[in-house]
């Protein structure tokens, strides 16, 4: 079935450690996109990435770090993770990056730290 | 700054009709989405408007008027299925998305 997976789907983690949340689509879609969403506050864009190769800053890329290394995979790593980290982030993908080309989302990790 | 308001809550009767608005300020705009997310899932695509005027698409209907900065989503025929929250996302001059909070919709029978 064609769409986007996410894993883990959930992860309890230390402050201080390290984790990546790993994102990978099947549709061939430029661009992807990772967000962070937080109750009482609108889905917040972390990176994103128009093409394989390249990658951009969103609103709240502190903290985090992202590579595109091919069209399918978008990781996203915590270098040192922080209890403000604690979320729920989805991985997202759209056909073209700088458009307004419908998003597609993965179904999410919910991470907590601790 | 960019700013997208909607209700937190609203509460409608299965079978009747729902209104919810939203209301931007934002730099830039190539267009409005609205997406439905059900409690512990993703978001689902609904709709997108760029245009003034009403799209509709079956039980669900959206609305923008770009003077005003606002749009709202109009769901007929409440069924029980549609008990989730409903996202707004203004694309802005660089297309990225601002994404309102969500209104929480619950429906009772």
């Known amino acids: 079935i064609a769409g986007i997976t996410q894993a883990p789907t959930s992860q309890i983690l230390a402050a201080g450690r390290r984790m990546t949340l790993r994102c990978t689509q099947d549709?061939?879609?430029?661009?992807m996109y990772w967000y962070r969403q937080d109750l009482g506050l609108g889905l917040r864009l972390i990176h994103y990435s128009n093409t394989a190769g390249t990658t951009g800053k969103g609103e709240v890329p502190d903290g985090y770090s992202v590579s595109r290394a091919n069209t399918d995979d978008f990781p996203l790593t915590l270098a040192s993770a922080v209890p403000s980290q604690t979320s729920v982030y989805f991985c997202?993908?759209?056909?073209?990056?700088?458009?307004?080309?419908?998003?597609?989302f993965g179904p999410g990790t919910r991470l907590t730290v601790l | 700054g960019q700013n997208i308001d909607q209700p937190t809550e609203m509460t409608a009767t299965e079978g009747a009709i729902v209104q919810i608005n939203c209301t931007y300020q934002?730099?830039?705009?190539?267009?409005l989405f609205w997406y439905q997310q059900h409690a512990g899932e993703a978001p689902t695509f609904l709709s997108y408007?760029?245009l003034d005027g009403l799209e509709e698409k079956g039980r669900f209907s959206s609305f923008l008027s770009r003077s005003k900065g606002y749009s709202y989503l109009l769901l007929k025929e409440l069924q029980m299925k549609d008990s989730a929250s409903y996202l707004c996302a203004v694309s802005d001059s660089n297309y990225q998305l601002i994404w309102g909070a969500g209104t929480k919709l619950i429906i009772k029978p």
């Open positions: 408007n760029v």
């Open positions: 549709m061939r879609h430029n661009a």
């Open positions: 934002t730099s830039g705009f190539n267009g």
């Open positions: 997202a993908s759209s056909d073209q990056g700088g458009s307004t080309d419908t998003q597609y």
